[in-house]
Nanobody
Framework: QVQLVESGGGLVQAGGSLRLSCAASGRTFNTDVMAWFRQAPGKEREFVAVFRGSGGSTYYATSVKGRFTISRDNAKDTLYLQMDSLKPEDSAVYYC??????????????????WGQGTQVTVSS
């Protein structure tokens, strides 16, 4: 497993931007599949975006496509999520996740073996 630590959450007004970071340690970062999920109160944890370890393919949830950008800096073992045009419905705890292998069900929480502790994002209207 890998250790993951998220940061960068906070309170922002609707239409604003935030950049989340996820620092990884304990495993070869540049080959891992890295993803972001989020969980709002009373709701299940949902997929946001994923970055494959090889090839650099990215996939996004429909609800964030065009507004969020996932990226990684392998030299720093860090994953990012740039969130623009934020909406109140984006408010949630955001979690970083990883796994050694890419799964066809990458949007499923069970496809990842390591999780961070989460960072709160609150978007006010």
């Amino acid at each position: 497993q890998v250790q993951l630590v998220e940061s960068g959450g906070g309170l922002v007004q609707a239409g604003g931007s935030l950049r989340l970071s996820c620092a990884a340690s304990g495993r070869t970062f540049n080959t891992d599949v890295m993803a972001w999920f989020r969980q709002a109160p009373g709701k299940e944890r949902e997929f946001v975006a994923v970055f494959r370890g090889s090839g650099g393919s990215t996939y996004y949830a429909t609800s964030v496509k065009g507004r969020f950008t996932i990226s990684r800096d392998n030299a720093k073992d860090t994953l990012y999520l740039q969130m623009d045009s934020l909406k109140p419905e984006d408010s949630a705890v955001y979690y970083c996740a990883s796994n050694r292998y890419f799964s066809s069900v990458y949007y499923y929480t069970g496809a990842y073996d390591s999780w961070g502790q989460g960072t709160q994002v609150t978007v006010s209207s």
